[in-house]
């Protein structure tokens, strides 16, 4: 059974930091692209950030590009998201995703974790 666990989100001030994870099982981590994406009560899901096998390529939504960071350790099965300089309109549950092949919305995601929720204060 595939699962993605998600941590890390919290409160944070606005121009603050936070690194988001996402620990994978059940599936062949590093035959995965895994990525990010987040919802904002309201709205509709928005993809952010996708890496490839062995974190070869990436691709950021452009209203993420320069200040988040994806990554991922294959040694450890997981996916980071690193976010700087947080905004207000960060806000959202983030969810962590899985799929075959790099991917830049949600139609060839696998399997998505159960979310985050980052919260910035301004």
């Known amino acids: 059974q595939v699962q993605l666990v998600e941590s890390g989100g919290g409160l944070v001030q606005a121009g603050g930091s936070l690194r988001l994870s996402c620990a994978a099982s059940?599936?062949?981590?590093?035959?995965?692209?895994m990525g990010w994406f987040r919802q904002a009560p309201g709205k509709e899901r928005e993809f952010l950030a996708t890496?490839?096998?062995?974190?070869?390529?990436?691709y950021y939504a452009g209203s993420v590009s320069g200040r988040f960071t994806i990554s991922r350790d294959d040694s450890k099965n997981t996916v980071y998201l690193q976010m700087n300089s947080l905004k207000p309109e960060d806000t959202a549950v983030y969810y962590c995703a899985a799929a075959p092949s790099l991917f830049r919305d949600d139609r060839p995601v696998t399997a998505w974790g159960q979310g985050t929720q980052v919260t910035v204060s301004s």
């Open positions: 890496i490839g096998w062995s974190g070869g390529a990436t």
């Open positions: 059940g599936l062949p981590f590093h035959n995965y692209a």
